[in-house]
């Protein structure tokens, strides 16, 4: 049987994957989670409307039916073209016929390396959980405080970024503080806090349309967050944000939500395989997603540099899960001896959600915003969520969420409360 090695259970290693469940070859899937994450809903969790089995999944659950297919729990560290071997961090090896390299991305802090301890990001159910720790724990240290200074620190919220996540992660934040949790303290007013997003692009969500921008700023502003444009976060510490301009904004809760950076694991290609890198650290790729020189080596997903119609693809979901299920057919095609057609990624717009009711919506001539995006919006995460229960669970939280309030997942895991930076 040809031997395929998907590393990574992500969207385009587990699209991939479930591509060739009728395909005749041997199929292994490594990860180093067990489980296949929904990161569109990452922020979410954050904010405590969904708690983290919501929305994964485990990969030997999603894949338990699919004969040829089996997970393996491990990281890989390098590879061995000539030999094709795939060697793990616990000196193991697999080999390969076919490797189909979904690594994902990290967060990246441009090179300061101390902003993550201040400033999590949100990429792994770690980081959603610690955003959560950081914004509750906030409104209890605030309850705490006697000093007005310090209990404006506390209630001062910094999102760095103004794309999808940090947009979406302000308007859930908004709406916790002036609904959620308006009547849960007796010394503080949540509702007063102060939340502050950061982009520095002249617009938020500088991907969309200026006019979905426009309007997505409009419904911010209605939440009570304050969109901040053209500005660039030069220092990050536990009591404040610092300013190119040199002002300096005091808080105790920054959010990072500014970039992300592809897997570590381009440079092993770079290293073992001769793949060159872009200037993020992405591996730039053929027309059918292999390296050069490599046709038994794909890169898909958030490691892959892929230029189409003088454009670099983004490194969404969407992209990530088309370029899945072409890898899987070019497979198939290359094993009937048949030559696939290059990889031409179909956009079928973008969405952005911003609180209750409200979001923009981008497919190109058509637009919407508010309440029609916003269900569009819900449609979509329900449908691409893995498994049929996690969308049933997830409908069901969204609709008591809609009609209460309430927010059923407002833990603060992780650190002790007294040892909280």
């Known amino acids: 049987m040809h031997r395929v090695v998907i590393i990574g259970g992500g969207f385009g290693g587990l699209y991939a994957a479930t591509a060739l469940r009728r395909a005749p070859v041997d199929l292994t899937l490594l990860d180093r989670r067990n489980f296949h994450l929904f990161q569109p809903l990452l922020y979410q969790v954050a904010t405590g409307s969904l708690s983290p089995g919501e929305i994964t999944a485990p990969l030997r659950a999603v894949l338990r039916n699919q004969r040829n297919a089996r997970v393996l729990l491990g990281e890989a560290t390098s590879i061995d073209p000539t030999a094709r071997e795939l060697l793990l961090a616990d000196g193991g090896s697999i080999p390969y016929d076919t490797l189909i390299v979904a690594a994902g991305a990290q967060n990246y802090y441009f090179g300061n390396h101390d902003w993550p301890a201040v400033a999590p990001g949100l990429k792994s159910i770690e980081d959603a959980t610690a955003v959560r720790h950081k914004i509750l724990y906030a409104f209890e240290a605030a309850e705490r405080e006697e000093d007005p200074e310090r209990r404006r620190a506390w209630l001062t919220f910094v999102i760095v970024g103004g794309g999808p996540t940090g947009v979406e992660l302000g308007g859930a934040l908004a709406e916790i503080a002036t609904d959620t949790l ?3 303290f007796r010394s503080i007013h949540p509702e007063e806090s102060h939340i502050i997003l950061l982009e520095g692009s002249p617009h938020i969500l500088p991907a969309y349309p200026e006019d979905l921008s426009v309007d997505a700023e409009r419904s911010l502003v209605k939440l009570g967050v304050r969109p901040r444009t053209n500005v660039r976060v030069t220092a990050i510490d536990e009591e404040s944000v610092t300013l190119a301009s040199g002002e300096k904004i005091a808080t105790r809760t920054v959010l990072w ?116 995006a916003w269900l569009l ?25 809609y009609l209460t309030f309430d927010r059923g997942a407002r833990l603060i895991t992780g650190i002790p409360a007294d040892r909280n930076p």
Request: one cysteine or more; proline letters at 6%; hydrophobic letters at 45%.
């Open 182 to 184: 308006r009547h849960d």
């Open 377 to 401: 919006w819900l449609f979509v995460h329900l449908m691409y969520l893995v498994q049929f229960r996690n969308r049933v669970i997830v409908f069901i939280r969204w609709g008591f969420q």
């Open 257 to 372: 939500a500014a970039g992300v950076a592809p897997s570590e694991f381009g440079k092993v290609l770079e290293k073992c395989a001769g793949a060159s890198l872009d200037r993020q650290g992405r591996v730039n790729v053929e027309l059918d997603l292999t390296l050069p020189r490599h046709p038994e080596i794909f890169v898909i997903g958030d490691l892959a540099h892929v230029d189409q119609d003088g454009k670099t693809l983004p490194g969404v979901a969407p992209v990530a899960m088309q370029e899945g299920r072409y890898v899987a057919n070019t497979i198939v095609d290359r094993l009937h001896n048949v030559t696939p057609p290059p990889f031409r990624y179909h956009d079928k717009g973008s969405l952005a959600v911003i609180g209750r009711a409200a979001g923009v919506a981008d497919f190109g001539r058509l637009r919407f915003h508010g309440l029609i």
